[in-house]
C-alpha cells in the first residue's frame, strides 16, 4: 500500500509546494534518513545552492531506493539552507525527484551548516515496503 499524502479540509492550503500529511500505512520500514548535502560520490561537493539542493534530493533518493523504495516512498523532508534559492530551478529538481507531488517539507532557513561551502542539508523520514 502507498503513502497518501494530502491536504486535509478546514486548513490553509500549502503555502509552496508541498502536501501538509503523509500517512504510512501498516507493515511499511520507517526510514530516517541522515542530513544529505550537494556532495556526489567521490565526496566533491557542487556549487551553488541550487546545483547542491539538487544533488542532495538525489542523495535522499538514492538512499530509499537502496532500500527497495522510490521517491513516492518518501514522507517528509526538511531543508536547510544559508541562502535563497532560486525558486523556479528548486520546482525543476523538485518535479524531477517528486513527479507524483512533493511529500510533506519544511524550509528553514540557517545562519550556517557544519563547513562554510555547505549550502543546503535535506534530512528525510521514507516507509518502504
Known amino acids: 500500500m502507498a503513502l497518501i499524502f494530502k491536504n486535509p479540509q ?14 504510512i500505512p501498516p507493515n511499511k520500514r520507517l526510514l530516517i ?3 544529505q ?4 560520490q567521490d565526496g566533491t561537493l557542487l556549487g551553488n545552492v541550487e546545483e547542491q539542493y539538487d544533488q542532495a534530493l538525489k542523495n535522499i533518493t538514492d538512499i530509499v531506493i537502496s532500500e527497495g523504495g522510490r ?3 518518501i514522507a517528509r523532508i526538511s531543508i536547510f ?3 535563497k534559492p532560486d525558486g ?9 525527484y517528486f513527479p507524483s507531488g512533493p511529500p510533506a ?3 528553514l532557513y540557517v545562519a550556517g551548516l557544519f563547513r562554510p561551502d ?3 542539508e535535506i534530512e528525510g523520514i521514507a516507509a518502504v515496503d
Open 37 to 40: 548535502i550537494g556532495n556526489v
Open 81 to 83: 539552507l544559508v541562502e
Open 118 to 120: 555547505v549550502k543546503v
Open 71 to 73: 521517491s513516492e516512498d
Open 10 to 23: 478546514g486548513i490553509p492550503e500549502p503555502a509552496a509546494n508541498y502536501r501538509h500529511m503523509a500517512i
Open 88 to 96: 523556479s530551478r528548486i520546482r525543476e529538481s523538485n518535479n524531477k
Open 33 to 35: 534518513l541522515a542530513g
Open 105 to 107: 517539507m519544511s524550509w
